[in-house]
Structure formats: C-alpha cells, structure tokens
C-alpha cells in the first residue's frame, strides 16, 4: 500500500489507478509545461512526472486508468496545498517502469468525503481538499482571477452547500 512506503525504499512496485491528472506550466515560459501532476490511489498519495520523464509516460498516464509501477521515487510532499493526506509524493524517474494492468477494484474516482460538522468546527486540515455532498443553496458572482505565473486568467466562483441539519459551507470552485 502506498501509505507503507517511505523514501528510503529504493525498489518497489505498486499498483495504483490514477484518479486525476493536471500540467503545470513552467514560471518561465508559461506555454511550456513544467510537470505532468497526478493522484493515484490503491490508499491516495500525490505523484509528479517532471517535463524531462513526459515522452517516456505520457501516453500511459491517464485518468482512471490501471499502473503497476515499479521504481519511481518516493519525496516529501512539501505542496502548499495537498489534494491528499499524505506526507509522501512518488516521483517518476528515467529509471522507473510503468504496465497498464486490470482494474483491482475500488472507487475509480477517489472521493474523499468529509463531515460538514468537521469543516465547520475547523478539524479538518485546510491545505487538504475534501469532498461534499449537499444542496447548492447560493451562488455568487464569478471572479476573474490573474494567475502571475501561468500569464492566463481563471474564473473563480463561490457557492453555499447546506446540509439537512441546515448547515451551510462556502466553496470555491
């Protein structure tokens, strides 16, 4: 399991599904993607793929699809924002192998619901995302937001769920 391992291991294997993946531009050149970012799952854990490794993976990392990989690197997940609880990062090298398998069953799309009572009462890790389920109550005006590194503009919404204890929480999407 992924939450076993640590960065002193230099070989293993796992077999994990990838749930979500997003490209990060490069600071220096925005049209130039920096790294390929990902989530895999058999427990979550975080996972990078650098611009100089892509050509090699590229074409076997997609979303909801089935890995058995053998060899990345294991790093100190130190991203402001963790989309998982999990402190370590995998880390795709020259070196590692990546095999299309089955399915080994699961969620394939990796919620990681949380308890409104939990975000409300602030105990929850809020550099962590979560997942909710509720009833869309209010929507706000949209914003456009500059992203200084990227160069591009993105929009951001906020919107109320509320729950049937008639609690309420603010998201932005």
């Known amino acids: 399991m992924l939450r076993a391992?640590?960065?002193?291991?230099?070989?293993?294997?796992?077999?994990?599904?990838?749930?979500?993946?997003?490209?990060?531009p490069d600071k220096r050149n925005p049209k130039d993607i920096y790294s390929m970012d990902m989530i895999l799952i058999d427990e979550e854990m975080e996972a990078v793929c650098f611009k100089r490794f892509l050509a090699q993976f590229q074409a076997s990392l997609v979303e909801k699809q089935c890995l058995i990989v053998t060899n990345p690197t294991i790093g100190f997940n130190n991203s402001t924002y963790k989309y998982v609880q999990n402190q370590n990062k995998i880390c795709f090298q020259s070196t590692t192998q990546v095999t299309e398998c089955q399915d080994f069953g699961g969620s394939p799309y990796g919620f990681d619901f949380a308890n409104f009572g939990d975000i409300l009462n602030h105990a929850i890790n809020e550099s962590v995302t979560v997942d909710v389920?509720?009833?869309?109550?209010?929507?706000?005006?949209?914003?456009?937001?500059?992203?200084?590194?990227?160069?591009?503009?993105?929009?951001?919404?906020?919107?109320?769920?509320?729950y049937l204890e008639n609690w309420k929480v603010y998201v932005t999407l």
Request: no cysteine; charged share 30%.
């Open 5 to 24: 391992v640590d960065a002193f291991q230099e070989n293993f294997t796992v077999k994990v599904r990838v749930i979500r993946i997003w490209d990060h």
């Open 133 to 162: 389920i509720g009833y869309l109550t209010r929507s706000f005006p949209k914003e456009v937001i500059r992203n200084k590194f990227a160069g591009k503009e993105s929009v951001k919404v906020t919107i109320e769920i509320s």
